[in-house]
């Protein structure tokens, strides 16, 4: 006779589904493979929220990257613990984040992790952290298909999944594998975000599609997906989100993007 799950793992799944049930939707947010500007998006995207009225939340899973306290201006924070858990560190705009990155000595202290280690310290962070109620939470995961990802998506169960490329990933099998993914797990409202998708000159408003021209339209319809979006090249984002001050971006690229 097989086995069920030890009581331990029971309990500890049960405290997860406890803290996720006062979530309203939960948006994980992947790409196939780093450098495409995910963290950026997903910051857009929980601002884009919040100044919606929205209460959010941001769960930044990438251990070994960490770029959502940087964006936030939030390097030198820390989390707070209370009685009812750890207590997320507030923007300016109170989007509520959580980061592994608060738990450093320093911010050049890297993570030297192997993929289990990692993933016990997800569960822990989503069983303990008190998120309180919320509109909606988005996990910033790591690039790839791997186990920061899986170990989210099994635990959590995202309502959503939100994939990021830029135009010439589109050529490569490599953005429909994070699709496939999200498939294979039931997931079955995706989005599709094409970042760096053109460039708009300021001057004559003649756009450049640097990386080429955008394709996303034709994945769109390859696999059902529910919305797309394109971000064009801003310089403007990187210099605020070098200066932690990605929230006084004033140009707002889901408007139209029904999350």
């Known amino acids: 006779m097989a086995k069920g799950k030890p009581k331990e793992i029971e309990e500890k799944e049960k405290r997860i589904m406890e803290r996720m049930s006062k979530?309203?939707?939960k948006i994980a947010v992947m790409s196939g493979k780093g450098g495409v500007g995910k963290s950026s998006v997903t910051a857009l995207i929980a601002i884009h929220l919040a100044k919606s009225g929205k209460k959010v939340g941001v769960f930044d899973t990438d251990f070994l990257g960490p770029s959502i306290p940087k964006l936030f201006g939030l390097e030198s924070a820390r989390l707070g613990f209370t009685e009812k858990g750890m207590e997320p560190v507030l923007t300016k705009l109170g989007i509520k984040v959580v980061s592994m990155h608060f738990m450093l000595p320093s911010k050049e202290q890297p993570v030297i992790w192997r993929g289990p280690m990692i993933s016990k310290v997800l569960l822990e962070f989503l069983e303990k952290v008190y998120w309180g109620e919320l509109d909606y939470l988005l996990f910033d995961l790591p690039p790839g298909t791997g186990d920061v990802p899986l170990t989210i998506m099994q635990s959590s169960k995202p309502d959503a999944i939100v994939v990021v490329t830029t135009p010439q990933d589109l050529a490569k099998e490599i953005v429909e594998k994070g699709v496939n993914m999200a498939i294979h797990l039931g997931v079955d409202e995706i989005h599709l975000v094409e970042n760096m998708s053109y460039f708009q000159c300021p001057n004559c408003g003649h756009i450049s599609y640097i990386f080429g021209e955008s394709k996303i339209?034709?994945?769109?319809?390859?696999?059902?997906?529910?919305?797309?979006?394109?971000?064009?090249?801003?310089?403007?984002i990187a210099e605020l989100g070098d200066a932690g001050k990605i929230e006084d971006l004033e140009e707002d690229y889901f408007k139209n993007m029904n999350l």
Do not use: F, Q, R, V
Not at 217 to 236: F, H, M, Q, R, V
């Open 23 to 25: 979530i309203g939707k």
């Open 217 to 236: 339209s034709d994945l769109t319809l390859k696999y059902g997906l529910k919305t797309e979006a394109k971000i064009p090249i801003n310089p403007k």
